[in-house]
């Protein structure tokens, strides 16, 4: 006689069909017959965390690094409630998830049962799809079409609730096999043909690179294009590390908050943008086009959403990379005009420069600057690199370079505090044998630092560094620019070296950029979790938000 198959039984098998490696989660009593199997079956290893919300971080950074959905999966009641601010934040921000949320049973679901809540219908607005599972024969079909809609288009969170007598019931069918993806074909002749005529004929033609050009295909035909063409390219904070090397010259910086960069600079001045898998949640296009006056032609998978600052004149949907590969042959011996080119030339060179004296740092204290360049001599291109959310976020978006996509991870979208160690954790297990760096604010790095654990446990090399200046400063200096004084934005002392230690981390605290430079050199490439406390002095925020280039560039 077979052994007796249950609901929990399709749920782990469908996540085996689908290759998953790893699920996050916390488990409870809700959905514990899921985590049994998962302990016992040979399947996905189960990361068990300290935060329904550090779980679903993992899931998304899954998402973000290799374009398949992560899986986290949690119990009901405040395990599901807990998903709501990582799951919004990976649909706003392209990162496929599948999560799973335990459920009262049936009978409950209508009551004023212990932990009975609408669960589906709380995801709705957090997600791409959200539904209740009502049918134990169902869960398979319902865990595939989720999984395909987290990747597809757009990708994003999808979330299922599951009661648990449908976990618990006795099924007799198989688990569905996974289909293949559809694949997508370039866009039209006509359309690449009308792009390809638009540059010859522009003066100073733009790429605007956002984070769907950041997909690992698509960074390479983007980088075969401009071997061959010589077009200036600006990235998003989620496009990071599409431009390589040998491509520097391209380059003109980053775009997100405060309009006043290089990157701004030049879509001002564009006669041409041209926007590749880029998203409006990244850098609202009334940034760097107040003035109305772009022209702009988008080339992604799916077709953009439209607003006053946003007005395409055409759209080259289909594969970005395909489409790509088929322009090169159409623009191949385009030339920026000489004219174009000192001005580039010059904005180059005003973009290398800063207007910061470090050297009158507070004693003690670290300029963010020294911070950014010490950090830079340290890291390899191949080395993942985290960035929580905060005034450290804009200076290493700014001044930090990377070479690789999906290297540097910023949160852009929803700019949501506690990101850095949960993804730092997934890049360190999807990427072995790389140390993988995660940089926080003392603010933002208490949202999940107790995550640190999770870490130690899986004796993870990751370098976490702690930005800490005692305040909420993004928001602080923002209010004294503003009121001309902050509120609400000041805490207490927090000795994290000791905190380290107490989690089973190495901790230390470097003061000056040699003392940084000496411990990031002293870290073995094996060693598991080690946290840096490194005082910062933030007084030269303010001139973040004011105008950095001369009136020339404008």
Do not use: C
């Amino acid at each position: 006689m077979s052994e007796k198959q249950f609901g929990a039984n399709l749920v782990v098998d469908s996540l085996i069909n689908h290759k998953v490696k790893y699920v996050f989660g916390i488990p409870g009593a809700k959905i514990d017959r899921v985590f049994d199997l998962l302990e016992n079956e040979e399947g996905p290893q189960m990361v068990v965390t300290r935060h329904e919300q550090g779980a679903a971080f993992m899931a998304q950074a899954v998402g973000r690094l290799t374009g398949e959905p992560g899986v986290v999966v949690v119990t009901s009641g405040p395990g599901v409630s807990n998903l709501a601010t990582p799951l919004l934040t990976a649909t706003s921000e392209g990162d496929a998830i599948l999560a799973i949320g335990g459920q009262v049973k049936r009978s409950d679901r209508l009551k004023r049962a212990h932990q009975s809540m609408d669960n589906a219908g709380m995801m709705q607005s957090a997600t791409k799809y959200s539904a209740e599972v009502l049918d134990p024969d169902t869960l398979s079909e319902s865990i595939a079409n989720a999984y395909r809609i987290a990747k597809s288009g757009h990708p994003g969170a999808t979330f299922l609730s599951i009661p648990q007598d449908v976990t618990d019931a006795e099924v007799s069918i198989k688990a569905i096999q996974p289909l293949s993806d559809p694949k997508m074909g370039n866009a039209s002749i006509d359309d690449i043909n009308y792009l390809a005529q638009a540059i010859k004929n522009a003066v100073l033609p733009v790429i605007l690179v956002g984070a769907g050009a950041s997909d690992v295909k698509v960074a390479s035909s983007l980088r075969n294009l401009l071997t061959h063409v010589n077009i200036p390219v600006v990235e998003t904070f989620q496009g990071a590390g599409v431009i390589s090397h040998d491509l520097e010259h391209t380059f003109y910086g980053r775009i997100g908050l405060f309009r006043n960069q290089p990157g701004d600079m030049l879509l001002k001045r564009s006669d041409l943008v041209i926007a590749v898998g880029y998203d409006p949640i990244e850098y609202e296009a009334r940034n760097w086009n107040a003035e109305i006056d772009s022209r702009i032609i988008v080339i992604d998978n799916a077709i953009a959403e439209i607003d006053t600052y946003y007005q395409p004149e055409r759209e080259l949907i289909g594969d970005i990379a395909a489409t790509l590969d088929n322009l090169l042959p159409a623009v191949r011996g385009y030339k920026i005009p000489k004219g174009t080119k000192e001005y580039l030339d010059g904005l180059h060179e005003v973009a290398e420069q800063h207007e910061f004296d470090t050297e009158n740092t507070e004693e003690g204290r670290m300029h963010p600057l020294d911070l950014v360049s010490t950090f830079q001599e340290i890291v390899k291109d191949d080395e993942t690199v985290t960035v929580d959310v905060g005034s450290l976020y804009i200076w290493m978006a700014r001044h930090f370079k990377s070479y690789e996509p999906r290297h540097l991870l910023f949160s852009n979208g929803m700019q949501t505090l506690g990101v850095a160690l949960p993804w730092a954790i997934t890049a360190a297990l999807l990427r072995p044998g790389k140390k993988v760096y995660s940089h926080s604010g003392d603010g933002g790095f208490l949202f999940t630092g107790q995550e640190l654990e999770t870490a130690v446990r899986l004796n993870l090399p990751i370098v976490q560094i702690i930005w800490n200046d005692g305040h909420y400063d993004m928001v602080k200096f923002q209010e004294e620019m503003k009121y001309g004084r902050s509120a609400a934005v000041d805490f207490g002392y927090v000795d994290y070296v000791k905190y380290a230690e107490a989690m089973g981390a190495t901790g230390y605290r470097a003061h000056s950029k040699e003392e940084l430079a000496e411990i990031l050199k002293s870290i073995p490439n094996t060693t598991g979790p080690v946290v840096i406390d490194v005082p910062l002095d933030y007084s030269d925020n303010i001139k973040l938000a004011e105008k950095l280039l001369p009136e020339e560039f404008y």
